[in-house]
Antibody
């Protein structure tokens, strides 16, 4: 059974850097073709794709946020980590990680429950 | 503004059929990239509803169907049920942005 779970701070001060961790089980990110994405959803708004890391450590980022995002993986721990710098109140959202059903152009077949991050002083 | 355009809301009576459109462009849906559909109940994570334009994951009722033509895709729901009420999102890949893109979401109301 494939599961993913996000974790991170619930509250972040403006200008700070936030680190979010996606812990997963039921698959290996070392397996050829596997990818994991991060997606966020501000309160009452639409989903927004943020970043993806592939089995071969290739990384892809949202064009609008790529200067602030870093995605990495720890295959031994089955974790994917997303860091976002210079947090702003507009970054308040629920952040999801999800397994892609195929390569970096594919959709997401299994999602985590999400972790809510509020940016406020 | 979302790269993929969906109607903000659709509604229908129990038992009826509704469709949700997802309009893209020549750099995403029109370029041949697959379309995915997700549904999301309030306070919960999205769940995959349709993959590869028209395929249903195991467990998704055949009341849900997807199609794609040109630069657009559609999700059809037949035999509407009260618990179908949810937000629905389409998603594809955009070659200009080199990124996955989502629609703005559609809220389905069962009257």
């Amino acid at each position: 059974q494939v599961t993913l779970r996000e974790s991170g701070p619930a509250l972040v001060n403006p200008t700070q850097t936030v680190t979010l961790t996606c812990s997963f089980s039921g698959f290996s990110l070392s397996t050829s073709g596997m990818c994991v994405s991060w997606i966020r959803q501000p309160p009452g708004k639409a989903l927004e794709w943020l970043a993806l890391i592939a089995w071969d450590d290739d990384k892809y980022y949202s064009t609008s946020l790529k200067t602030r995002l870093t995605i990495s993986r720890d295959t031994s721990k089955n974790q994917v980590v997303l860091t976002m710098t210079n947090m702003d109140p507009v970054d308040t959202a629920t952040y999801y990680c999800a397994r892609n059903s195929g390569d970096y152009m594919s959709g997401m077949d299994v999602w985590g429950q999400g972790t809510t991050v509020t940016v406020s002083s | 503004q979302s790269v993929l355009t969906q109607p903000p809301s659709v509604s229908g009576a129990p038992g009826q059929r509704v469709t949700i459109s997802c309009t893209g462009s020549s750099s995403n849906i029109g370029a041949g990239f697959d379309v995915y559909w997700y549904h999301q109940l309030p306070g919960t994570a999205p769940k995959l509803l349709i993959y590869g334009n028209s395929n249903r994951p195991s467990g998704v009722p055949d009341r849900f169907s997807g199609s794609k033509s040109g630069t657009s895709a559609s999700l059809a729901i037949t035999g509407l049920q009260a618990d179908d009420e949810a937000d629905f999102y389409c998603q594809s890949y955009d070659s200009i942005l080199s990124a996955s893109v989502f629609g703005g979401g559609t809220k389905l109301t069962v009257l």
